[in-house]
Each structure stands twice: as structure tokens, then as C-alpha cells.
């Protein structure tokens, strides 16, 4: 369990991060969702101990912080950021790599064959690295950290460069990870995959971390169901309203018009699919709020 408290970073007197205060559990895949330079990368150095707060601090099972070297060691054994493509050394193999973050972290060696295994890399891990293509450096760069095995695993834009066999693959082995106990905390622009397997998630703006089932109520990520439609007229939403007066509505700005459909019988959600295709409405989706739709609300309103 890692725990955040008060974590205050301030640059140019202007706050990055503030006030940031949340616990993370193990056996959880934390999906972190920040555009760019909203602090993504500043709050990872924090957790990491690479940047000192202005204020508060991270504790680790309750009891660890970073107040001496000692438990930085420590610490570090627990906590691990998954390394830069830039970090890769060209002139040794992938395999070389992963047995120095094998041995690193004093993790067990069969990691490292199950890993190659699971991830696929057979043909090519025994190569120096500088002949990798991109998708497969971030591949090794994934393999390391898993081999690592460590509780906490940061993990910034880990689907960077994936074709979507791989985005589906290590999706896979971080679910996994979750199922061994392990916090998975991935950063990822990626909304539609994020969805899929993070248990948490939390949007990233003006300093702050948002679990994304507060931001709007009504608008559940998990629970409420709606019809999503695109090119919805003002009028044409005046004469929805008028049809269907209780209905709650709510055009995103990035066009969607969401219609809160939860609760009702096949009647009555009959009669709103009658009514759009009526009106030419021909997009009409059917599910729960996406992450992409709170988007929308969060990072692009007025
Ligand atoms: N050492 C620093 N000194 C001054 N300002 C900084 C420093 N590091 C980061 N910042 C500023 O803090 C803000 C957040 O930066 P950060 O690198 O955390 O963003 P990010 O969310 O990781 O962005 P990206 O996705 O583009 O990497 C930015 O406005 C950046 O300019």
C-alpha cells in the first residue's frame, strides 16, 4: 500500500501539484490520466523520490518514508518507475538487460524466461538492443519492470510505440500483476484501453487528482447507462426535452449528446430510439458513460 499525503510541488510560484492526498492499494491497477504537462511526470518523480515536495510526503505500508538513504534503498526495492527507451544500453542484448534488473532487485531468475515467453520476445531477446525497432524497445523496457517485480510499479505511457496485438497483451500482464497483489499505476493517453482494466482512475488538472466517478454525478463511469448520439441540434434537443421532459441530457463539447437512460423499460427506451430515428439520427450508440465522454466534460469544457 503507498499512500500520498498533502504532496505540494510548487515551480516558478506556480503549484504543479497541490495538495495531493490518495492511498493506493495492492492488488489495483491505477489508471493516471494527464495531458500534456499537466504534472504527470512530476508526480512520478515525487513517489520516486528524484524531486523533494514543497510539502508532504509518500509512505510506503504504512511505515516507510523518505527520510534518510536507508529507506530510499528501501523504498526503491518496493517501488519501481519502468525505464525509458533512452535508458536501453545498444551494445548489449535484451536478455542482459533483464538479468541486471533481475539481479537489481534481487527478483527470481525464472522471471526472466516466463516473461520473454509471455511478451513474445523469443526471436529477438538475445540481440543487442540497437537493432530493436521502437515497439520492441518498449517491450523490453515493459519486460524489465515486470521482472523487477516489485510491489509498486510505475509505469508512464507504457503503450507507447504498441501495435494493438501488444496494447491487448500487456493489458493482459497487467491484469495479472493486479491478481499477484501488485499497485499498478499507469499513466496513458490511451482512454479506451485504460478503461478496460484500470480499477481507478483519476484525471490530472490544475494540481490536482480527480477520481474520474466524482466528476460528474449522474454520469457514473461504471454505473449509468445511456444512448450516445452525435449531431444533435439545439432544437432538436428542445423537442427531445419536450417528448421526454424527465430525461436528463448533456451535449459534450466534443459533440456527443449523452441521454441518462438508466432505469428505464425497453417502452420507454424504445419510444427515445423511435424518437431519434424519426429525427435522422442514425449514430446512436448504447452503453455506459466512456472514459473518453468524461473527457471531454473534464479537460474541454467552456
Ligand atoms: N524543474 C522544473 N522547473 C520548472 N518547471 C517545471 C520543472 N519540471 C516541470 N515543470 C513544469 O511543471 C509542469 C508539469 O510538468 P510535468 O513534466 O510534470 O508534466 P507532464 O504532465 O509529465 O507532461 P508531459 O505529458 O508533457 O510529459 C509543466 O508546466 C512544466 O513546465
Redesign the pocket.
Known amino acids: 500500500m503507498m499512500e500520498l499525503k498533502n504532496i505540494g510541488v510548487r515551480?516558478?510560484g506556480r503549484d504543479?501539484l497541490k495538495d495531493v492526498s490518495v492511498m493506493f492499494h495492492s492488488g489495483e491497477i491505477i489508471g493516471l490520466v494527464?495531458p500534456?504537462?499537466?504534472?504527470?511526470?512530476?508526480?512520478m518523480n515525487v513517489i520516486m523520490n528524484y524531486i523533494n515536495p514543497n510539502s508532504g510526503k509518500v509512505i510506503l505500508n504504512d511505515e516507510l518514508e523518505y527520510t534518510n538513504k536507508k529507506n530510499e534503498v528501501k523504498i526503491h526495492q518496493l517501488v519501481s518507475m519502468m525505464p525509458d527507451q533512452s535508458d536501453l544500453y545498444n551494445q548489449i542484448s535484451g536478455k542482459e538487460h533483464l538479468k541486471i534488473y533481475s539481479s537489481m532487485w534481487n527478483s527470481q531468475p525464472k522471471l526472466i524466461d516466463e516473461t520473454i515467453k509471455e511478451l513474445g520476445m523469443s526471436s529477438y531477446i538475445n540481440k543487442n538492443t540497437g537493432t530493436y525497432s521502437l515497439g520492441m524497445r518498449q517491450r523490453l523496457c515493459f519486460a524489465m519492470q515486470i521482472v523487477s517485480d516489485t510491489q509498486v510499479m510505475l509505469m508512464d505511457e507504457v503503450m507507447n510505440g504498441l501495435d494493438p496485438t501488444h496494447v491487448e497483451l500487456i493489458s493482459q500482464i497487467l491484469v495479472k500483476k493486479k491478481s499477484e497483489g501488485k499497485t499498478v499505476i499507469v499513466a496513458s493517453h490511451l482512454l479506451e484501453n485504460l478503461e478496460k482494466y484500470a480499477d481507478r482512475i483519476f484525471f490530472?488538472k490544475n494540481g490536482e487528482l480527480i477520481q474520474v466517478n466524482d466528476i460528474s454525478p449522474g454520469f457514473d463511469v461504471r454505473e449509468i447507462t445511456t444512448v450516445r448520439v452525435t449531431d444533435v441540434t439545439d432544437t432538436l434537443k428542445e423537442n427531445f426535452l419536450k417528448e421526454f421532459p424527465k430525461t436528463n441530457v448533456q451535449t459534450l463539447p466534443n459533440g456527443t449528446t449523452l441521454i441518462d437512460v438508466q432505469g428505464y423499460g425497453s417502452g420507454e427506451l424504445g419510444n427515445v430510439l423511435a424518437f431519434l430515428k424519426a429525427n435522422h439520427i442514425t449514430e446512436v450508440n448504447f452503453g455506459k458513460v466512456t472514459l473518453g465522454d468524461l473527457y471531454s466534460m473534464y479537460y474541454q469544457e467552456g
Open positions: 515551480f516558478s504543479v494527464a500534456n504537462g499537466t504534472g504527470k511526470s512530476t508526480l490530472m
